[in-house]
């Protein structure tokens, strides 16, 4: 519990429980040692050139490993390669095209088995059918879909012509998907008329329509059926995904692209600001998802069923839905709708069905299984799983435990992954045969990342808490901000010299375990302690009756901050405001005291489940909201605010 002067996050919250990996576990794993982290430290470059050509089938070899211009990177200079090829081709070519790619659930229960070889034949044909609507290497094409199978398809279309796709979240709003399209001046929007939801139908084409009153770059859209609801088509530039199917040709080779062509762009929305279109390209990014899926999630393709619950929409759908798994030729399932439909176990009637045997979600989701209760689990057979992973956000060492005992028999590693979408791909996590866990830590960087925790002044720090920085170049980093060098540079380069900033604090145990702290942003100042969000949500969750929490700072005329607490708790469970209070006082200190405790059925979060602590921060201080269309539930703040109105502060 020390607020030593260098360092400039408190390192409140002590962990002690490990987990080294199950001896069957560890006796087929593909590392159980430490060899590759030797390999890389020895030399990185070496080490990520081994991966590329290992993993992936070059048209033509690279003449240089990494050109490193700070803060541009190329990676495999010179080298050719199709991703689609590499994602397809290669194992149809190997004999695999009857092994299946997709399982693919959708919410009414309909379901669809998409083998390599089906898969090969649809990603050729829609490649034809975009070259045929006049899209070209190098153009962008949008899609807004579904969790259907056909947004692999159009992803891996586009990657087979060289155009770059640019996917927005089915959730969003026409508004958003405007500004997208129109930012990367798409030429085409692939889209669906609807898809379902909660047991209902949500009508995309409408919502598409409505942005493309105002995106002129659009000259074609698709159109996918799924939803059957009613939808206009505009004659001439609105096509059925199935009519311009019906009658092209399945002949479409795979063009080697330059390593660094774009593969895409994926906008982040942070909480302020413009979108940012995070560039994504060739050889270097499906290097990177290849070898981290491959690795942290153990994969032996011809016995796992791999099942990422994360939507296409987002950057764990990109790398780890898509591409990843594809490039490793695993077998995934694939679900469409939401984990209550129609009951709270749905998730875990498709494990079963499955026979699921990696699972890999978000803690918003974990903590909202602990929310409705382990009896939910508990109705299905979940042995075939044998590995967890999370990410997302920091996972509360509870939360963790709970993820482990009750989905994964108190013996399935957990691996939590740390990322972004600028990283591309998995940067800090364990490698589940090799690494002892501990709940709540990503532990340490892969073997070929080097990362570090900094101090304010940039001063690389060996324990307790500060900024997490990546001081080398990755084959999967961004390549840029889409029409935005100088945002670039200033965002991820300019805080530390040297160093790639990513906006999260971490701290260092004393084994040199990697903590993530959640974003400086909301680090909260009190009466001069800098005391990290995350590790007081933490202390709440260890509460046996809490099941989720988010904590803020709100101005205080004594303490410069106070810490405002919103919980949720466990179904069924009751729990007085002062024990709650005197629990994160035994936990973690009496300094990290809530001043207040709200309790909500629910929290505010991101349209990707992650809370969104700037709303309460304004709710707590009784600002007016502002921006509040990020949210998933803008209903939830709404409830919050009347609360707080209610009763003021019961300190
Ligand atoms: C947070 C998601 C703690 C972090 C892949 C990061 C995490 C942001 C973790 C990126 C984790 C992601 N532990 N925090 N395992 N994984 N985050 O771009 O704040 O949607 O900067 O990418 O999520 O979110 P993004």
Known sequence: MSNDETTNIDDLLLENRKFPPPPDFQERSLVAGTQLYDEAARD??????????????????????????????????GGRLNVAYNCLDRHVEDGRGDKVAIHWEGEPGDTRTITYGDLLVEVKKFANVLKSLGVQTGDRVNIYLPMVPEAAVAMLACARIGAAHSVVFGGFSSQALADRINDAEAKVLITADGGYRRGEVFPLKGAADEALANTPSIEHVVV????GNDVEMKVGRDHWYHDLMADVSDDCPAEPMDSEQLLFLLYTSGTTGKPKGIMHTTGGYLTHVAYTHKYVFDLHPDTDVYWCTADVGWITGHSYIVYGPM????????????????????FWSIVEKYKVTIFYTAPTAIRTFMKWGIEEPAKHDLSSLRLLGSVGEPINPEAWMWYRDNIGAGTCPVVDTWWQTETGGIMISPLPGATTLKPGSATFALPGVSAEVVDDGGQRIDHGGGYLTLTRPWPGMLRGIWGDGERYRETYWSRFSDRYFAGDGAKLDADGYLWLLGRVDDVMNVSGHRISTTEVESALVSHPSVAEAAVVGANDPTTGQAIIAYVTLRGGSQVDEGDLRNHVAKEIGAIAKPKTIYFTPDLPKTRSGKIMRRLLRDVAEGRNLGDTTTLADASVVDELQRRAADSPSED
């Not at 996918?224 to 939803?227: E, I, W």
């Open 44 to 77: 990185d470059e070496g080490f990520w050139a081994r991966q590329a050509s290992e993993l992936l089938h070059w048209d033509t070899d690279w003449t240089t490993i990494c050109e490193w211009d700070l803060p541009y990177a190329k990676w495999f200079v």
């Open 224 to 227: 996918v059926k799924r939803g």
């Open 327 to 346: 490039a490793n030729g695993a077998t995934q399932v694939m679900y469409e709708g939401v984990p209550n439909f129609p009951g709270n176990d749905r």
